[in-house]
């Protein structure tokens, strides 16, 4: 399935290893999972990723991240879980220094790029992907490895509830058990923690919550003055959505919410009924039929009357 990018990557030495921007855990999981693959393949290999939500700190490997490529040129770019090059955490300049690039994504609207893409949406994740990608690369699953692929596939799929979860993605999770997975650790540091300043958060959108269309449509936008005096940093502000949604009868949710460098990123979560990556296509954004999101080019009431509309038109 692999065999030209894994003939790419035994030609190379120098390799970065990237994912989109605003890394969750299914990009973080897959990155670090391939960069310890390679690793072990005794590449030179480097983990090009913005910063992350606190929360992913306990996973192996990750403090190894860096800002930005180093060097002139790099013989290979591994990029995971993204699913159009201009949302790849390497600037258009970073990506052009790549020798090759190898494309691994399951986004069902996808852009294809790169010399080596493997695009497939029945998988549950980047990370699902990547597991068959470090089996063909021949490298051994250690601890670590699989943790950090089980992080992802457990992330992307919401606890191995949603639809995206198949018999193949519980097989595989079933290995990646054996292969010493830390499964209780992983639950408890990122489904059954959480602080009090995000208690807060979520208390101020529930607090704004508003409702359209009957119940079908939850709504609610926290400004970044207010996540700011909650002491929460950007990527720590996301995950209201799915409270939202949670509400019976709800068909979308969305979450919208002011951030730093005063853009203001929009989170839509659907039951099913409702393909959202549509919508957050039409309006320049990304994602998958029950999660997507794009950043809001309008001012807040502008901006939320056109979503609003949009949402309304699919009902
Ligand atoms: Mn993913």
Known sequence: MFNEAIEMVKKSNLIYVSAHINPDGDAIGSTFAVYFALKKLGKDVHVVMPSYSEVFEFLPGVEDRVDGIKEDKYDLLIALDSSDHSRLAISDDEYERAEKVIMLDHHQIARPYGDFRYINDNKSSASEIAYLFIKELGVEFDSNIATLLYTGIMTDTGSFNYSNTSS???????????YGAKTVEVCKKLNDTIKESKLKLLAKSIDNMEVFYDGKVRYTYVDYPTINSLGIHDEDAEGMTNYLRSVEGTEVAVYVRGKSDGSLKVSMR??????????????????????????????????????????????
């Open 270 to 315: 659907s039951n099913g009924n409702v393909d959202i990556s549509k919508i957050a296509i039409s309006f320049g954004g990304g994602g998958h039929p029950r999660a997507a999101g794009y950043t809001m080019q309008d001012e807040i009431e502008v901006g939320k009357e056109k979503l609003i509309k949009a949402i309304g038109e699919m009902l």
């Open 168 to 178: 193949d993605t519980l097989r595989v999770t079933a290995e990646l058990v054996d």
